[in-house]
């Protein structure tokens, strides 16, 4: 059967307008990961439990996927596009009459059900619209809509907060997402074959050949995700200003890391660059950990960009390639899930480390420093995993390349 949404090129329609429609809703995505850190910590909570309601997001995230993988790959994207984005325009309303912690863990939840289902789903229709032998490049310059996100959303969020508070900010947030609600409408994509009727299968939800780059993206993102929900707070701590501007050197290095590993990858193979990815991403921990000026934040923002920048989307390249396009849904929502277990684990266990360090010495900073060395060892354990099973998924990829040709 012939796929409409299948072109020669990179930049086509369908693939222009999921990708700002990916780009509004990491926008709102990631000042959260930088405004409810921050919010709770104001109402007096401690670390841990700053961590778990930080969490929460990842938590119900992780538990929409036995319906969200079936679902992508059996319901029209685009009406699943529409109701999923429609649930995070209803959260940050919820946000922005939250006072107290039980209704933000309640709008956490909400966030985390609508994104849980768009993010996987923008993937899938994004790598439906791209040329196998760009796959990789195409997912590279997809997910720069988290760069532009990562750059502007924090600093724009603190400097909103900062000036009309936090509710006005969510309600402002909510409008936004609304946009990206309204383009969702217009999306259009053909009805699945329905070969049998919905049903939750676990091959549907977790596909078995992609555990491995699942499990490594878990472990990358438990480090990630200390940076990402912490380094505000660890920064004002320093007497930092400006700390958000780590969150821009980020981005505008992932311009340069992300199409780079991208080319790297489509001509040389996905697994050329993930390895020296991993390596580079640990030692931003060592930085972050003895920086006490905002160059030396800078600089780990950069190597963090051509760490985990690089590792992530190749590794997200890599699961469409293991995959034929039938089975993508269930593919991008095998490696989010991974990407929610680190979600949700990472803030925990830092939160935990900080809060326990903390009570044992009496220096909250130390806390921060000790938990950013001790991120090292997901990182460590996920380089690990990928170079004992690097054969074994470079094999696999061979064998399903050589089956789509023999296809087409």
Same mark, same amino acid.
């Given at each position: 059967?012939?796929?409409?949404?299948?072109?020669?090129?990179?930049?086509?329609?369908?693939?222009?307008?999921?990708?700002?429609?990916?780009?509004?809703?990491?926008?709102?995505?990631?000042?959260? +990961?930088?405004?409810?850190?921050?919010? $709770?910590?104001?109402?007096?909570?401690?670390?841990?439990?700053?961590?778990? $309601?930080?969490?929460?997001?990842?938590?119900?995230?992780?538990?929409?996927?036995?319906?969200?993988?079936?679902?992508?790959?059996?319901?029209?994207? +685009?009406?699943?596009?529409? *109701?999923?984005?429609?649930?995070?325009?209803?959260?940050?309303?919820?946000?922005?009459?939250?006072? +107290?912690?039980?209704?933000?863990? *309640?709008?956490?939840?909400?966030?985390?059900?609508?994104?849980?289902?768009?993010?996987?789903?923008?993937?899938?229709?994004?790598?439906?619209?791209?040329?196998?032998?760009?796959?990789?490049?195409?997912?590279?310059?997809?997910?720069?809509?988290?760069?532009?996100?990562?750059?502007?959303?924090?600093?724009?969020?603190?400097?909103?907060?900062?000036?009309?508070?936090?509710?006005?900010?969510?309600?402002?947030?909510?409008?936004?997402?609304?946009?990206?609600?309204?383009?969702?409408?217009?999306?259009?994509?053909?009805?699945?074959?329905?070969?049998?009727?919905?049903?939750?299968?676990?091959?549907?939800?977790?596909?078995?050949?992609?555990?491995?780059?699942?499990?490594?993206?878990?472990?990358?993102?438990?480090?990630?995700?200390? *940076?990402?929900?912490?380094?505000?707070?660890?920064?004002?701590?320093?007497?930092?200003?400006?700390?958000?501007?780590?969150?821009?050197?980020?981005?505008?290095?992932?311009?340069?890391?992300?199409?780079?590993?991208?080319?790297?990858?489509?001509?040389?193979?996905?697994?050329?660059?993930?390895?020296?990815?991993?390596?580079?991403?640990?030692?931003?921990?060592?930085?972050?950990?003895?920086?006490?000026?905002?160059?030396?934040?800078?600089?780990?923002?950069?190597?963090?960009?051509?760490?985990?920048?690089?590792?992530?989307?190749?590794?997200?390249?890599?699961?469409?390639?293991?995959?034929?396009?039938?089975?993508?849904?269930?593919?991008?929502?095998?490696?989010?899930?991974?990407?929610?277990?680190?979600?949700?684990?990472?803030?925990?266990?830092?939160?935990?480390?900080?809060?326990?360090?903390?009570?044992?010495?009496?220096?909250? *900073?130390?806390?921060?420093?000790?938990?950013?060395?001790?991120?090292?060892?997901?990182?460590?354990?996920?380089?690990?995993?990928?170079?004992?099973?690097?054969?074994?998924?470079?094999?696999?990829?061979?064998?399903?390349?050589?089956?789509?040709?023999?296809?087409?």
């Amino acid at each position: 059967m012939i796929n409409k949404d299948k072109t020669d090129r990179i930049w086509n329609p369908k693939f222009t307008r999921i990708a700002v429609i990916a780009v509004i809703f990491n926008i709102s995505h990631f000042m959260m +990961n930088t405004l409810i850190p921050k919010y $709770v910590d104001s109402l007096g909570a401690t670390a841990a439990i700053v961590g778990v $309601v930080s969490s929460m997001f990842a938590i119900m995230s992780l538990s929409i996927r036995p319906v969200s993988g079936p679902a992508t790959d059996y319901y029209r994207k +685009n009406r699943l596009m529409s *109701i999923s984005l429609g649930l995070v325009v209803l959260s940050f309303i919820g946000y922005g009459l939250s006072d +107290n912690l039980t209704l933000i863990i *309640i709008s956490r939840l909400i966030h985390g059900m609508g994104i849980g289902v768009a993010a996987p789903l923008s993937m899938a229709m994004a790598s439906s619209t791209l040329p196998e032998d760009k796959l990789a490049s195409g997912l590279g310059i997809f997910t720069l809509g988290q760069a532009i996100a990562t750059a502007i959303a924090p600093s724009i969020g603190l400097a909103l907060s900062g000036s009309i508070g936090y509710s006005a900010t969510f309600f402002i947030v909510a409008g936004f997402i609304f946009i990206g609600f309204i383009l969702a409408l217009q999306l259009k994509s053909s009805a699945p074959p329905k070969k049998s009727k919905f049903r939750i299968q676990l091959k549907r939800v977790i596909v078995p050949d992609l555990v491995i780059p699942a499990t490594v993206a878990a472990f990358t993102t438990i480090g990630f995700a200390s *940076i990402s929900f912490f380094i505000i707070i660890y920064g004002g701590l320093r007497g930092i200003s400006g700390i958000g501007l780590y969150f821009t050197a980020y981005a505008i290095a992932l311009l340069v890391s992300r199409p780079l590993s991208g080319r790297i990858a489509d001509r040389y193979g996905v697994d050329k660059a993930i390895v020296p990815g991993l390596l580079i991403f640990g030692v931003s921990f060592l930085l972050i950990s003895m920086a006490k000026g905002i160059y030396m934040f800078l600089i780990a923002g950069v190597i963090s960009a051509f760490g985990y920048g690089i590792c992530i989307p190749l590794l997200m390249a890599m699961s469409m390639q293991l995959v034929p396009r039938s089975k993508r849904g269930a593919a991008s929502n095998t490696i989010y899930t991974g990407l929610d277990v680190g979600y949700i684990s990472g803030p925990i266990l830092a939160g935990f480390v900080i809060t326990g360090i903390k009570s044992y010495t009496g220096n909250e *900073i130390t806390g921060y420093e000790i938990m950013y060395m001790t991120m090292l060892l997901p990182i460590f354990t996920a380089l690990v995993i990928y170079l004992f099973n690097m054969k074994k998924l470079k094999k696999k990829l061979e064998i399903v390349k050589n089956e789509q040709a023999q296809a087409a």
